[in-house]
């Protein structure tokens, strides 16, 4: 019954907000083929700067946090303005210098890029995404026929396409849910490594 109420809500809100549903206390858990869990939920918003508002989603696996990401709507696109690190205080947040686009609805295909940087160890990493999303089949996800958003992503990470590392994913986005799959193959030093995480259970806000 709240799952049927949660899918009905969407049509108030905006057309992104239906496949990427950011209520406080709204809770993901995925599981990969190995039969890890990975939790997700979505936290109160906080102020990220500059009057801007934005929802960590929190994760967690086996126990431990993984710290959060910080998302927020914009128009058509959903985007990740940042993260803070497991055991850090929202205060600490690490904020990207552009916001990354993660999911854009439209009424046919979108496209969409975003060059950024990775910080590590030995400096910033280049990193470029190439996405895009389109209207996917109808699923029956926990018992109910939802629509779904279909997006495909490439990022290379590294200037050299010859010594870089290059991601392929494809996500699914179920209405009034979320993401409910996701699989992706990381390609480095010539070898390919494949995983993919779905949705197990779906706990929207209380009350």
Do not use: C
């Not at 939802?146 to 590294?158: D, K, L, M, N, S």
């Not at 480095?188 to 009350?207: N, R, W």
Request: no cysteine; aromatic share 6%.
């Amino acid at each position: 019954m709240i799952l049927t109420a949660m899918i009905a809500a969407v049509a108030l809100t905006s057309p992104v907000e239906d496949y990427f549903p950011l209520a406080e206390g709204t809770k993901w858990t995925y599981q990969d083929e190995n039969g890890l869990q990975l939790i997700q939920q979505a936290g109160k918003q906080i102020d990220i700067g500059k009057g801007k508002m934005a929802t960590p989603v929190s994760q967690s696996a086996s126990g431990q946090s993984l710290g959060s990401n910080l998302y927020a709507i914009d128009g058509d696109t959903a985007f990740l303005y940042g993260m803070i690190d497991p055991g850090k205080a929202q205060k600490d947040m690490n904020l990207l210098r552009e916001p990354e686009p993660v999911l854009k609805v439209a009424e046919g295909k979108a496209e969409w890029q975003y060059i950024g940087e990775l910080a590590t160890g030995a400096g910033p990493v280049l990193v470029q995404i190439h996405s895009d999303s389109n209207k996917g089949p109808k699923r029956k996800i926990f018992d109910h026929e939802v629509e779904t958003i279909v997006v495909h992503a490439f990022t290379r990470y590294g200037n050299d396409p010859k010594v870089g590392v290059e991601v392929r994913q494809d996500m699914i986005y179920a209405k009034g849910i979320g993401m409910v799959e996701t699989t992706e193959a990381t390609k480095a030093q010539g070898k390919t490594v494949k995983k993919m995480l779905k949705l197990v259970k779906f706990e929207p806000p209380q009350g």
